[in-house]
C-alpha cells in the first residue's frame, strides 16, 4: 500500500491554512496536521506524529521562529523540510528552508513543491534554479536583468508571448522595453504598481503596471522586473461586471440581441452573431442576434454558404484569439467582416447536443486573449441556456403545456411541476412557497380599455414576474389574470416575504402600453408554505388562494401569508398591539448587539443594534412580527428612539472600558424617517450619551422610496451633515436604481443574507452579490454582507472583496453580558499579543 505523506501545518493566519488545506486536501496522499500557536504545535508533537515535510507561514512574527525552534528541537524531526509561504514582498528565503513561494502561488505549486521537498535536491546537472523564479505569480511576465547595464538575461513564457513574432527578449535592455510613466531612468529601486509602458517594435504599445526586486542570484546582482498588463486587467473587470448582468435580458429574442449588444461593447468586439440551428428545423441555421460595429455596412453572407459555420455546428470550436491557434484564415464571412481575430463556440445543452453557434471577432489581433476566450465561453452558456428554454417553449407550445400569450407554463404543466417539487421535498426534507398573483381589477381594464390592452398587462405582468425571482424558481400563469410561483429553497420565511414586497413593489412602476400611454396596474399576492400550511398540491394552492382574497379585502396591493385560524390570529394581534404600548414603561424590550468584523483580519470593527421583545408570558417575540405591528400603529417612534439612545449609551461605555470605538448602527423605520425632528432627536441622543456621531450609522431599508418619504434624501443629508455614517440594509430586495443609491449619501451597502444564503446554491445569487460588491465600489461605498452562516461563504465574499462581514459564522446577537465579554476576550488575547479570533 502507498505511504501517506503526513504535512504540518503551521501559521497563525487562519486564511493561510484555508489555502494550503485547500490545496493539498483534495490529493489522498496528504496526511494534514495543523497548529496555529507553539502551544499548539508542542502538543501536537508530542504524540510524535508521522511527519515528512513541514509548511510553514514566514510572516516573520515571533512564534514562527519559536515554531521552527521547536520543531528542530526533536531528534524526530530535526531534518523534516521546511516549505515556507512568504506575504507579497518576497526576499532571501527564510533560514533553515529548503523552499519557499508566495501566498497567491499556493493553489498552484504548493502540492509539488511538498513532494520535492520530500525528494531532496536533485543531482546536479547545470547550474541550479535560482530563487527569483517564485519571485512573482505563476503566469506573471517577468524577466531578470543583470546590472548595472539592465542587460535581460532570462525571460518567462508570458513576457516571450507579449513580444511575439520580434524575437529574443533575451540581450535587450530595460530601458528599451520599458518606458516609465514619470520619465525615471533604469535602474530603479524596489518597487510595486510603477506605471509604465511596454515598448514592442511594431509600436503596438501596452500599458501597464512593473513590480521590481532587487536581488541576489549565485552572488550576483540581478534586477527582476514583473509586467502586468493593464489591458488585460481592465477586459476582466469588464468582463466580470458583464456576466455579472447578462442574466438580467430576457431570454426571447430581443432579450438575446439585447444581450449580445452588451457583450459586444463590454468586449470591445467588430462583430457577434448567435445562431440557432436545432435539430427539428426545416430551415437550417436561422440568425438570432447580429451585432455589427465595423465600418460601413456588410452583406452577410447565407448561413448554408459558410463552412466554418457547419463545422461549429457540428460540435467543433474554431478559434483564431490566440498566438498559435490555426483556425482557418479564410471563409466567405471571415474574409467579408475582415475580421483578423475570431472565435466560432457551438452552444450545447446539458446533454452536449448542439442548439447553435456563437460568433465574436474584431478586426484587428486579440492582445487580451487569455482573458477573451474565457469570458465568451462563460457568455456560451447563457445564450445556450436562452436556446434551450426556447426550445423547451417551442415543444411546450406544441404539447399544450406553454401558454401561448405569456410563453410561461401553463395549468398543466405548473401543476405537474408542484407534484414534482412536492415529491422531491418529501424526500429531502426541503421547505418551499407557493404564491398566488392576482391582477386587481383586471375585469375593469378589459372592459374599459378592451382585450387587446389586457393582454399587454398581462404580458408586462409575466416579464415582472419572471424578472423578480431566481432561476431555479416556477412562474406560470394559471388562469385568466392569475399566475402561480413556486419558490424552492427557501431558508426561513423572511426570505419569501422579500420577493413577494419585490413582486408587489415591481408592479410600482407603471406599464408602457403600444399607443404610448401608461397605465398602472397593482397586484395582491397570496402566500401558502410546504409542509407547514399543506402537504398536497391542491390544499396548497387552495390557501395561497385564501391568502390572496385576505390582501384583497385589506386593500389590494399587498400579500398575505396564509393563516389557519384569521380571526384568532387577528384578535392575538390586537391584544399583542396593547401589550407593545407598555413595553418601554415595563422593561420589556432589550436590545441585542451582532458584532461586524473586517473581511480580511476578523476583527471587530461594528456592531447592529437589534432590539428584542421579552414578552412576560410568551417568551421573546420576533422583530419580524413586532415590528410591523409598531409601525402600524405609530409605536416604532417611541421604541425607535429609545433603541437609539440605549444603543448610543452602550456604545460609549464600552469605548470608555475598552477603548475601541466601535461602531454602532441602529435602524430607522419609513414612520421614523417621516418624522420633521429626526435630526433633532438624534443630535439629542448623542449629545446626551456623549458618543461621537462618527460612530453612530443610521440603517436604512433599501425598500424606503424617495415616493413613500417625500424629504428622504434631504433628512438622511442633515444626518449625514452632523457626521453620522448611513447604511443602505437589505440591498438587493428591493428597487433601488443606481440613480437612488448615487442621490443618497450612504457611506455603506448591506447586501441582503438571502443572497448571501445562496452562495454555492445559486448562481444566479452569486453574481448579483459580485455585481453588488463591483458597482458599491465603484461609487465609492463600502460593503457589509449580512447572514455570513458557513466557511464557503466567507472564502466567497473575501476573494470578491467584500470589506466587512457579519452572521452567525462569527457570531450570534447577543445580550450585554455576552458582548461584554467578546469584548474582554478580544481585549485579553491583544494584551498578549496573540490574533483576534475568527
Known sequence: MKESIGVLIFTPRRDIRRAVFDALDMDGDFVLLSARDATQLEALLADAPPLHVAVFGADGSADMAQGLRILRASPRYASVPVVHVVDDRPGVAPEGAVDWLREGAIGVELAQRVRAAIRGPAPAIGPEPPDWRFAFDAGAAWVIASTPGGCVVESGAAMDRLFAGEGPVQGRLLAEIFALADGTAWPVPDGEG????????????????????????????????????????????????????????????????????????????????????????????????????????????????????????????????????????????????????????????????????????????????????????????????????????????????????????????????????????????????????????????????????????????????????????????????????????????????????????????????????????TISVGISFFPDDAVEGELLLRHADEAMYGAKSLGRNNYQIYAANVDAAQQQQAELKVRLRHAVRNDELRVFYQPQVDAVTEDIIGMEALVRWEHPELGMISPAFFIPLAEASGLIVPIGEWVLRTACAQAKAWEARYGLGLRIGVNLSAVQLMQQNLAAVVASALQDTGLDPRQLELEVTESISVKTVPHLVETLDALHAMGCGIAIDDFGTGAASLDYLRRLPADRIKIDQSFVRNIGVDPDDEAIVRATIDVAHRLKRGVVAEGVEIEQHLQFLRANGCDELQGYLFCRPLPVPSFEKLLAERERLVSEGQAVPA
Open 194 to 521: 510603477l506605471a509604465c509602458t511596454l515598448r514592442r517594435r511594431d509600436g503596438d504599445d501596452i500599458g501597464g503596471e512593473v513590480d521590481v526586486r532587487h536581488i541576489v542570484d549565485r552572488g550576483e546582482h540581478r534586477i527582476a522586473v514583473g509586467f502586468r498588463d493593464m489591458r488585460a486587467v481592465d477586459m476582466a473587470e469588464r468582463a466580470l461586471s458583464l456576466l455579472a448582468v447578462l442574466d438580467a435580458c430576457s431570454s426571447d429574442d430581443e432579450g438575446m440581441g439585447e444581450a449580445a449588444a452588451m457583450l459586444a461593447d463590454a468586449l470591445e468586439l467588430d462583430v457577434v452573431a448567435v445562431w440557432s440551428a436545432l435539430p427539428e428545423s426545416e430551415y437550417g441555421p436561422e440568425v438570432l442576434a447580429r451585432i455589427w460595429n465595423g465600418p460601413g455596412s456588410v452583406e452577410w453572407p447565407d448561413a448554408s454558404d459558410l463552412p466554418l459555420l457547419k463545422v461549429c455546428l457540428g460540435g467543433e470550436t474554431l478559434s483564431r484569439l490566440a498566438a498559435g491557434e490555426d483556425a482557418p484564415v479564410t471563409d466567405p464571412l471571415i474574409d467579408t467582416l475582415g475580421l483578423r481575430s475570431y472565435v466560432l463556440l457551438p452552444l450545447l445543452d446539458e446533454r452536449r447536443s448542439v442548439l447553435g453557434a456563437l460568433l465574436a471577432g474584431r478586426r484587428r489581433t486579440a492582445g487580451d486573449a487569455r482573458v477573451l476566450g474565457p469570458a465568451l465561453r462563460a457568455a456560451t452558456a447563457r445564450f445556450a441556456s436562452a436556446l434551450e428554454l426556447r426550445r423547451a417553449r417551442e415543444q411546450g407550445r406544441v404539447r399544450g403545456l406553454i401558454d401561448t400569450l405569456t410563453a410561461l407554463p401553463n395549468r398543466l404543466l405548473f401543476n405537474d411541476r408542484l407534484e414534482t417539487t412536492i415529491r422531491e421535498a418529501e424526500r429531502t426534507g426541503e421547505c418551499f412557497a407557493t404564491l398566488l398573483v392576482d391582477l386587481d381589477r383586471f375585469k375593469g381594464i378589459n372592459e374599459t380599455l378592451g382585450h387587446g390592452v389586457g393582454d399587454q398587462v398581462l404580458t408586462a405582468l409575466a416579464k415582472r414576474l419572471r424578472a423578480s425571482v431566481r432561476a431555479s424558481d416556477t412562474v406560470a400563469r394559471y388562469a385568466g389574470d392569475e399566475f402561480t410561483l413556486i419558490l424552492r429553497h427557501i431558508i426561513k420565511r423572511d426570505d419569501v416575504l422579500r420577493i413577494a414586497e419585490k413582486i408587489v413593489q415591481a408592479m410600482e412602476v407603471p406599464l408602457s402600453l403600444e399607443d404610448g400611454s401608461e397605465l398602472q396596474a
